[in-house]
C-alpha cells in the first residue's frame, strides 16, 4: 500500500509558467508534509513544508496549499525558471521517518 | 559540520562483497535516518535512530543490512555479501527530532558488478 501517491510522474512547463504537483496520503495521523528537490547526482534538499494546521504557505517563489478534508497538498512554483528542473518530492510523517512519493520530474524550458 | 556527509560517495563491489557506508550527521541531529533511492524512484525508508538507540528497522530488506550508531553521532550502514539488487543511492538524513526538518546528505552511489 503506497501511503503518498504523488503526480504527474513528469511535468513540462515554459519559462515563467506554474507547474503544480499534487499528492494524495492515506494516514490521517500525518501531522507532517515537507516537499524536497532533488538534482541529478544530490541528496534531496528540503524546499517548504506545512503542518495541517494552516491551508496554504508561501516561501520565496514556492508554496504549498493543504486540504486536510480531501487528504491532498500540492506544490505551486511561481514564475518557474530553468533552474528548478529537478525532481521534487512529497513526503509525510508524524513523528516517524518521512514516506515519500514517487517524485515528479519538471522541466522548465525557456 | 555545516550538513550530512556521506562517504564514500561512489563504491564499486563485487558480488560477494562487504560493504560499509559512513554517515555524519549535523551536529546536535539526534534522528538519523537511512534510506534507499533506486534510480528514478523516491527514497524508501531503511533505518531510524535516536541518539545510539536504533528503534525503527523495518524497511531493512534482509539480515544482510545492517546498520549502528554506537555513540549517538556517526552511522555505519553494512551491506553483506552484496547482490546486484542492492545497487541504489544510499541516502542518510538526520534531523533535530523526528517530525521535524531532516536534512539528506548527497548519498552513495553503490554499484554491484
Known amino acids: 500500500q503506497q501511503q503518498v501517491k504523488q503526480s504527474p510522474q513528469s511535468l513540462i512547463v515554459q519559462k515563467g509558467g506554474i507547474p503544480i504537483i499534487n499528492c494524495a496520503y492515506e494516514n490521517t495521523a500525518f501531522d507532517y508534509f515537507p516537499w524536497y528537490q532533488q538534482f541529478p547526482g544530490k541528496g534531496p534538499a528540503l524546499l517548504i513544508a506545512?503542518?495541517?494546521?494552516?491551508s496554504e504557505k508561501k516561501e520565496g517563489r514556492f508554496t504549498i496549499s493543504f486540504n486536510k478534508s480531501a487528504k491532498q497538498f500540492s506544490l505551486h512554483i511561481m514564475d518557474s525558471q530553468p533552474g528548478d528542473s529537478a525532481t521534487y518530492f512529497c513526503a509525510a510523517s508524524r513523528r516517524t521517518p518521512l514516506v515519500f512519493g514517487k517524485g515528479t520530474r519538471l522541466s522548465v524550458i525557456a | 559540520g555545516a550538513g550530512v556527509s556521506q562517504s564514500p560517495r561512489y563504491k564499486v563491489a563485487k558480488r560477494g562483497q562487504d560493504v560499509a557506508l559512513r554517515c555524519d550527521p549535523i551536529?546536535?541531529?539526534?534522528?538519523l535516518f537511512w534510506y534507499q533511492q533506486a534510480l528514478g524512484q523516491g527514497p524508501e525508508f531503511l533505518t531510524y535512530?535516536?541518539?545510539?538507540?536504533?528503534?525503527?528497522k523495518s524497511g531493512l530488506p534482509s539480515d544482510r543490512f545492517f546498520a549502528e550508531r554506537p555513540e549517538g553521532s556517526v552511522s555505519t550502514l553494512k551491506i553483506q555479501r552484496t547482490q546486484q539488487e542492492d545497487s541504489a543511492v544510499y541516502l542518510c538524513?538526520?534531523?533535530?527530532?523526528?517530525?521535524?526538518?531532516?536534512?539528506f546528505g548527497q548519498g552513495t552511489r553503490l554499484t554491484v558488478v
Open positions: 506545512i503542518r495541517p494546521d494552516v
Open positions: 538524513a538526520s534531523s533535530a527530532k523526528i517530525g521535524t526538518e531532516a536534512f
Open positions: 551536529s546536535g541531529h539526534v534522528s
Open positions: 535512530f535516536q541518539n545510539e538507540a536504533q528503534l525503527d
